[in-house]
T-cell receptor, first 115, second 117 residues
């Protein structure tokens, strides 16, 4: 069965510092990969996605992620964070070729940006 | 274009009561989903639907029921509420996977926070 692992449940970082949120997936077949962001008391919003093509994917709010097939990873990065980036970030995967389009989520990483 | 809407936003139920969580989307999406979110657990799929009249179980379906009579609506029914169903519930929708790259993006509603005491 496919699974998604987010190794860090919480990442504290100072404002304007760089950040990396880690995501690894387990699948022997091709997958589509996503990062979603959830601001406090809100629903989930898509940050970025990798379906095919360039392994470096750029998303909204200055975030980017790199798909690494050999390491089965899809880490999220931002070179300089703002207070407004404080939120929970979820990595998710869909198995390519599935008819159901079901997302499998990681457990989330809380990004806490401090002044 | 409202996207995905959910009602109510908050609800407190007593053990054994029942209720229906409403979900409506105005994007003409074929696929709709119900997730629950518990602290530290991420989101777990309860039920999903690939079109009107077609539903199937997800990872955690016990204690819930769904129906899909129209493309727009996908209500989630809780029968005999239990404390273990205290959670935040999210509805989502997407177009079908063959519809290009946009077919894989799921759009989420704002959630319903349910407490069962």
């Amino acid at each position: 069965a496919q699974s998604v692992t987010q190794l860090d449940s919480q990442v504290p970082v100072f404002e304007e510092a760089p950040v990396e949120l880690r995501c690894n997936y387990s699948s022997s077949v091709s997958v589509y990969l996503f990062w979603y962001v959830q601001y406090p008391n809100q629903g989930l919003q898509l940050l970025l996605k990798y379906l095919s093509g360039s392994t470096l994917v750029k998303g909204i709010n200055g975030f980017e992620a790199e798909f690494n097939k050999s390491q089965t990873s899809f880490h999220l990065r931002k070179p300089s964070v703002h207070i407004s980036d404080t939120a929970e970030y979820f990595c998710a995967v869909i198995v390519y070729g599935g008819a159901t389009n079901k997302l499998i989520f990681g457990t989330g990483t809380l990004l806490a940006v401090q002044p | 274009n409202a996207g995905v809407t959910q009602t109510p936003k908050f609800r407190i139920l007593k053990i054994g009561q029942s209720m229906t969580l409403q979900c409506t989307q105005d994007m003409n999406h074929n696929y709709m989903y119900w997730y629950r979110q518990d602290p530290g657990m991420g989101l777990k799929l309860i039920y999903y639907s690939v079109g009107a009249g077609i539903t199937d179980k997800g990872e955690v379906p016990n204690g819930y029921n769904v129906s899909r009579s129209t493309t727009e609506d996908f209500p989630l029914r809780l029968e005999l509420a239990a404390p273990s169903q205290t959670s935040v519930y999210f509805c989502a929708s997407s177009s079908w996977p063959g519809q290009g790259v946009s077919g894989y993006e799921q759009y989420f509603g704002p959630g319903t926070r349910l407490t069962v005491t």
